[in-house]
């Protein structure tokens, strides 16, 4: 009676076993089977490309050639260098501006609804980080308001200040866009540690 006992509870372990075997030893037969019937995938070298380039012959050769490389980018750069002295850029957009607005008014063309910044339906000025009020350019960039006079046919700094109050960190905030009504100013930010606008 013991030993059928003992068999009885030997069993079960031993179909649980036999069942693990069959089941790992499927799953690595089906391991070395494709999934789909996708074509594979080519081969990413021409075998029968010609060889066009050649391996340097000492480590001689290949400083002199890192040499060159070197001198070469340094003329460049000088180059860049001195055509960017000669004629600096001005800042996209505020060229622009500041050559149309002065022969505008000068002119009596402009008008005193003209908008230089996205409006997107008629009388609704959407927000923007450039906006044009009177003479001035109102521009926000990286936190700050900055004002520039347009006027003389040439742009004049003429303040800046922070876009957010004196108790708010403006560590992890963007200030993405404003609005301007008469002589008030509203930045709009979001602030990823506060979770809100």
């Known amino acids: 009676m013991k030993n059928f006992i003992r068999a009885t509870r030997t069993t079960p372990f031993i179909f649980a076993a036999l069942a693990a075997g069959v089941l790992i030893t499927a799953l690595a037969a089906c391991a070395g089977r494709p999934v789909s019937s996708a074509p594979a995938p080519p081969i990413p070298w021409n075998k029968d490309a010609k060889k066009t380039m050649r391996s340097f012959g000492s480590d001689e050769e290949l400083k002199s050639y890192f040499r060159k490389l070197a001198e070469a980018r340094k003329k460049e750069m000088a180059r860049a260098r001195r055509e960017a002295n000669a004629n600096p850029p001005s800042p996209p957009g505020l060229a622009q501006a500041a050559s149309d607005t002065p022969a505008k008014a000068a002119s009596g063309l402009a008008s005193k ?54 108790e708010i960190d403006p560590r992890y905030t963007w200030y993405d866009e404003m609005l301007v009504s008469e002589d008030t100013v509203a930045v709009i930010g979001y602030s990823y540690e506060r979770g809100g606008t």
């Open 113 to 166: 609804d003209e908008s230089i910044t996205n409006t997107q339906h008629t009388g609704v000025d959407e927000g923007d980080i450039v906006k044009l009020h009177g003479d001035h350019l109102v521009v926000l960039r990286r936190g700050r308001l900055f004002t520039v006079a347009i006027g003389s046919g040439a742009l004049k700094p003429i303040s800046m200040a922070d876009a957010f109050g004196p």
